[in-house]
């Protein structure tokens, strides 16, 4: 029996919501994490810890998400970990935010004058002090509005999650739509649901993009 | 025209290139989530051959590496380009 389309699915639909923003969070707060790892390291002295972040850096920028959610997906279960598409999506999309983040920090590392850290050394700080104090709260103003741009793009990379069968909000559509068979109702109700989270985000990227660069200016 | 074409447009692409071919890259990289519509890409090969062989993992490592190779191979190849077309000294 085809179930018509009413106010019930259209709730289960928004209430799968809450999975998207749980992933994208978590997603954030580990890839932030990692990120803030993997720009540190990449910005290093030592080679060899820079040469392994580039590697890092190559294989989770060139290689689908599709792809490392299945391999996360499968390889658990190689590992001898039970099946948990949370856990898996998680792992995937928190290494591929790593690698993207770790970059548009590396960047913003990088952007600041190398003179900073250079009177930071002459007055005798170490690294982790010069990190703490000089280089990385400037580097942190140059690097919200990247972020916060990078923070949309996670959240709908999120849907990919529903491939390997966590019911968020993509695969909550998919559910609905097999059972209503209303496929466009379904899937436009949802595309606009991605727009409401990710208008909003995009606009306060763009401010924040004008504000700090009004702040920059010497 | 003359204009146009060494004074504008060469120094904008020379700037805009490396955005674009990294653009370029991650739209083929994003281009395996055609597979969910079932068509027929790398991913969705790899799909087809999972569920004759139930080996899944080994697959889809395979179908990763292919995918890595792949934008390895085009950031070499676009790399190559730039190098060939905006070195300095300015040549036309």
Request: hydrophobic letters at 55%; one cysteine or more; a positive charge.
């Amino acid at each position: 029996m085809i179930r018509p389309f009413g106010w019930n699915e259209f709730e289960l639909i928004l209430f799968a919501v809450r999975w998207t923003i749980v992933l994208a969070v978590m997603a954030f707060v580990g890839g932030g994490i990692g990120g803030l790892i993997v720009a540190l390291l990449r910005t290093s002295d030592s080679r060899v810890l820079r040469v392994a972040t580039i590697v890092f850096i190559r294989v989770f920028q060139g290689t689908p998400l599709l792809m490392q959610l299945f391999l996360a997906y499968f390889g658990m279960t190689i590992l001898g970990f039970s099946v948990n598409p949370l856990v898996a999506a998680m792992v995937a999309l928190t290494a591929h935010a790593s690698a993207y983040l770790g970059e548009i920090w590396r960047g913003c590392i990088e952007a600041v004058p190398s003179g900073q850290s250079e009177a930071a050394t002459a007055l005798g700080l170490r690294y982790f002090n010069r990190m703490r104090c000089v280089v990385l709260p400037q580097a942190a103003r140059i690097a919200v509005p990247p972020t916060v741009g990078f923070l949309v793009q996670l959240l709908k990379e999120t849907s990919l999650a529903s491939i390997i069968g966590f019911v968020e909000l993509t695969r909550q559509a998919q559910i609905i739509d097999s059972v209503t068979f209303r496929p466009f109702l379904v899937f436009s109700i949802v595309a606009a649901i991605y727009f409401a989270m990710c208008w909003p985000l995009s606009l306060a990227a763009r401010r924040l993009e004008r504000k700090f660069a009004q702040a920059t200016v010497r | 025209m003359q204009i146009f074409r060494y004074v504008i447009l060469k120094p904008a692409l020379r700037t805009v290139y490396p955005a674009l071919t990294s653009q370029f890259i991650f739209l083929m990289l994003t281009s395996s989530v055609v597979s969910v519509i079932s068509a027929t890409d790398l991913a969705a090969a790899g799909n087809d051959v999972q569920s004759e062989t139930f080996a899944s993992f080994e697959v889809y490592l395979v179908v990763t590496a292919m995918y890595l190779v792949m934008s390895s191979a085009l950031s070499g190849f676009f790399s190559a380009i730039q190098r060939m077309a905006f070195r300095y000294p300015l040549s036309r």
